[in-house]
T-cell receptor, first 110, second 115 residues
Framework: DAKTTQPPSMDCAEGRAANLPCNHS???????VYWYRQIHSQGPQYIIH?????ETNEMASLIITEDRKSSTLILPHATLRDTAVYYC???????????WGAGTKLIIKP | DTAVSQTPKYLVTQMGNDKSIKCEQN?????MYWYKQDSKKFLKIMFS???????INETVPNRFSPKSPDKAHLNLHINSLELGDSAVYFC??????????????FGSGTRLTVV
């Protein structure tokens, strides 16, 4: 099962794009990359996921390198409410087994 | 050395059976949680215990009963299993329920399939 590594913390100015990196060098061909975030006192919130192609939704964009060994979550215009711990997860859809990393604590500063 | 470990990882059982999922954390955290991941991959909290005391009990069927013998363990027992109970269940822990900004540590999940 692929493991993910993320920086423990990051800062970003409000209104700027927040770019959160994740390494998953042992990811296999059928493992998806999922991003969740945990906001204070709330349950984990799904953000986005992808397999090979870059993905975009109303919350964020996901950029996956061609070799799939790393990815970047982009929050295009960070707000104070985006302060949370962000988890990058390698996920094998066939057996639903997730490997949770330690996450990145993202702090958005005014 | 696994911080939050769940057993079993996979569980296939027939409707009507009773089953348990176990969770243990070795982080010294005070708070433990059970989440259910639905078909859309969203994680929904079911229960939370802080130092063996129930602090969050979301609307789940009475067939689900958590048990926390000590603050390092939080087990989930399910009676009379139904097809709709099929899902992935995640255990998690945090240092304290008031300071979750330090993040949660999750187990790797238990895939329950009811047939």
């Amino acid at each position: 099962d692929a493991k993910t590594t993320q920086p423990p913390s990051m800062d970003c100015a409000e209104g700027r794009a927040a770019n959160l990196p994740c390494n998953h060098s042992t990811i296999s061909g059928n493992e998806y990359v999922y991003w969740y975030r945990q906001i204070h006192s709330q349950g984990p919130q799904y953000i986005i996921h992808g397999l090979k192609n870059n993905e975009t939704n109303e919350m964020a964009s996901l950029i996956i390198t061609e070799d799939r060994k790393s990815s970047t979550l982009i929050l295009p215009h960070a707000t104070l409410r985006d302060t949370a711990v962000y988890y990058c997860i390698a996920f094998m859809d066939s057996n639903y087994q997730l490997i949770w990393g330690a996450g990145t604590k993202l702090i958005i500063k005014p | 050395d696994t911080a939050v470990s769940q057993t079993p990882k996979y569980l296939v059982t027939q409707m009507g059976n009773d089953k348990s999922i176990k969770c243990e954390q070795n982080l010294g955290h005070d708070t433990m949680y059970w989440y259910k991941q639905d078909s859309k991959k969203f994680l929904k909290i079911m229960f939370s215990y802080n130092n063996k005391e129930l602090i969050i009990n979301e609307t789940v069927p009475n067939r689900f009963s958590p048990k926390s013998p000590d603050k390092a363990h939080l087990n989930l027992h399910i009676n009379s299993l139904e097809l709709g109970d099929s899902a992935v269940y995640f255990c998690a822990s945090s240092q304290d329920h008031d300071r979750v900004e330090n993040g949660y540590t999750f187990g790797s999940g238990t895939r329950l399939t009811v047939v």
